[in-house]
């Protein structure tokens, strides 16, 4: 997780206020370290379907209680933002389509830059979230047993709505394709002064 907790770091220094809005890793790693190892590894619903979450000791229902909130926590948060940042993409996309002079289109590339930095920052924050959970939730797996809350925990990990990131994905790539067309063109060929001054003879 060194290369997790970098990116974390990264993020809590440049948006301090998004620091309360990571997994509570260390406290599911504290709940996890109460479940009787294997306590509950060999056990199967009488139906034989393998469910046995009636059945979980207090210390594992206390782990997955906890792991469901922090799931809320972070799908909220990030849909959240995420809405906030479609509203913000259209509206800089408008401004940037009506602009008038010099110092507003600096004003604008700017803002989108701003803009197109946060919305990076979300996609680490998705991505550290989602090592944070799948390293916790296979930790757990490997304390319960093969039988365990693994089994559903995992598919809901994989398929949450912050690791759903192709509208972030897409609203990135729209800052950038305006940063693009309010950036003058390059020429490809710049001429050095001794070559025109060599035209000009």
Not at 13 to 39: D, G, M, V
Not at 40 to 64: H, I, Q, V, Y
Request: charged share 30%; hydrophobic share 35%.
């Amino acid at each position: 997780m060194k290369h997790g907790k970098k990116h974390r770091a990264e993020v809590a220094k440049s948006l301090p206020q998004w620091e309360r809005k990571f997994t509570a890793y260390k406290a599911l790693k504290k709940k996890l370290k109460l479940i009787n190892p294997h306590s509950n590894g060999k056990r199967r619903s009488r139906s034989g379907s393998g469910s046995n979450e009636g059945n979980l000791p207090t210390e594992d229902m206390d782990f997955t209680l906890l792991l469901n909130r922090e799931l809320d926590k972070i799908n909220t948060f990030y849909i959240d933002k995420e809405e906030d940042y479609v509203i913000r993409f259209r509206e800089l996309k408008i401004r940037a389509e009506k602009m008038h002079g010099n110092e507003e289109m600096l004003q604008v590339q700017k803002e989108i830059l701003d803009f197109h930095s946060e919305m990076v920052m979300l996609l680490h924050y998705s991505v550290i979230n989602f090592a944070g959970l799948i390293k916790i939730v296979k930790k757990h797996k490997k304390r319960t047993g093969a039988y365990s809350v693994y089994s559903s925990d995992m598919p809901r990990v994989l398929q949450q709505p912050f690791f759903s990131t192709g509208l972030l994905y897409n609203l990135i790539k729209g800052c950038e394709a305006i940063l693009d067309r309010l950036s003058p063109p390059i020429d490809p060929y710049p001429q050095s002064d001794s070559t025109i001054e060599d035209n000009h003879i």
